[in-house]
């Protein structure tokens, strides 16, 4: 079974950046697409951003477009989520997941599978 690990979180004041990675072990990650997805007490599961296996595809949610990054090292076995200006809102546990392909356009929870145990995020002064 694919085992994903997510690691970068922690305590971030508004504005402030963090990097998200997500490693792989016992796969590589290549010939997957990586979705990272977050999750408030109280809310759903959202998608923040999905990218391709070749990394040539990239989607973002509406609300993280133009402050959030989503690449992949496939040389480290890696994706990372660079996330700047951070708002209180981005408060979350954040997940990577693995799917076989990115669908459409979407960066949807029900496409992957694989989870990793999460990172927590706060952003708070």
């Known amino acids: 079974q694919l085992q994903l690990v997510e690691s970068g979180g922690g305590l971030v004041q508004p504005g402030g950046s963090l990097r998200l990675s997500c490693a792989a072990s016992?796969?590589?990650?290549?010939?997957?697409?990586i979705g990272w997805f977050r999750q408030a007490p109280g809310n759903e599961r959202e998608g923040v951003s999905c990218?391709?296996?070749?990394?040539?595809?990239?989607i973002y949610a509406d609300s993280v477009k133009g402050r959030f990054t989503i690449s992949r090292d496939n040389a480290k076995n890696s994706v990372y989520l660079q996330m700047d200006n951070l708002k209180p809102e981005d408060t979350a546990v954040y997940y990577c997941?693995?799917?076989?392909?990115?669908?459409?356009?979407?960066?949807?929870?029900?496409?992957?599978?694989?989870w990793g145990q999460g990172t927590q995020v706060t952003v708070s002064s």
């Open positions: 990218v391709s296996s070749s990394g040539g595809r990239t």
């Open positions: 997941a693995a799917a076989s392909t990115l669908y459409d356009s979407r960066c949807s929870r029900y496409d992957f599978g694989s």
């Open positions: 016992r796969f590589t990650l290549d010939g997957y697409a």
